[in-house]
């Protein structure tokens, strides 16, 4: 199985800074014959489903606000928050699509200091 | 507009089978590329993929679990079950079915259901 190792577990971060999410594989998710990622970032919200963040690791989901950024290849990825805002308090999971299982991160709590 | 919803008991005991239905709309299950999976949470542990079904019938479970898993659809009702057997408490967790994302090797989720809390408790 693949398993993804995000770091920090959890992040205290300031309105308005900067936030940034890492997500480490422990094999590459990189196709070579598309060269695409096989990576998406998901926020979960208590009481509400995981919401798609991004996809292919950098592609924006429609509708998500461009201060989320996806970035990475291969076995190093990571989710960034340009600007905090009080509505992106969440958990933050990755998870890989490479080949099944499908596996999760084992999930980054974010907060506001 | 995609929108899934679980149902089924939210409490069974040890050792019995659960059986979970997710009841769909906005697309169809015999539409070329088309999949739904599921994927559970249990209480302050992360995202656990189960299972995924195609629109050709094709299944994928997580190996894990591959033993107690069935995953099977009904076209005419656009629902997907999913059945578990032989459930433990430490298989509490809430269960979400998800729409998988359209394209080739595009299987991630960009719709997902509620969840439905099952509670496994003598």
């Known amino acids: 199985d693949i398993v993804l190792t995000q770091s920090p577990d959890s992040l205290a971060v300031s309105l308005g800074e900067r936030a940034t999410i890492n997500c480490k594989s422990s094999?590459?998710?990189?196709?070579?014959?598309?060269?695409?990622?096989?990576l998406a970032w998901y926020q979960h919200k208590p009481g509400q489903p995981p919401k798609l963040l991004i996809y292919?690791?950098?592609i924006r989901e429609s509708g998500v606000p461009d201060r989320f950024s996806g970035s990475g290849s291969g076995t190093d990825f990571a989710l960034t928050i340009s600007s905090l805002q009080a509505e992106d308090v969440a958990v933050y999971y990755c998870?890989?699509?490479?080949?099944?299982?499908?596996?999760f991160g084992q999930g980054t709590k974010l907060e506001i200091k | 507009q995609i929108t899934l919803k679980e149902s089924g008991p939210t409490l069974v005991k040890p050792t019995q089978t659960l059986t979970l239905t997710c009841t769909f709309s906005?697309?169809?299950?015999?539409?070329?590329?088309?999949?739904v999976g599921w994927i559970r949470q249990s209480p302050g542990k992360a995202l656990e993929w189960l299972a995924l079904?195609?629109?050709?019938?094709?299944?994928r479970y997580s190996p894990s679990l591959k033993s107690r898993l069935t995953i099977t659809k009904d076209t005419s009702k656009n629902q997907v079950v999913l059945t578990m057997t032989n459930m433990d408490p430490v298989d509490t967790a809430t269960y979400y079915c998800a729409h998988r994302a359209y394209g080739p090797g595009a299987h991630y989720f960009d719709y997902w259901g509620q969840g439905t809390l099952v509670t496994v408790s003598s």
């Open positions: 094999q590459s998710v990189l196709y070579s014959s598309n060269n695409k990622n096989y």
């Open positions: 079904i195609h629109w050709d019938d094709e299944k």
């Open positions: 906005g697309f169809s299950l015999s539409t070329s590329d088309v999949g």
């Open positions: 292919w690791a950098s």
């Open positions: 998870q890989q699509y490479y080949n099944t299982p499908y596996t």
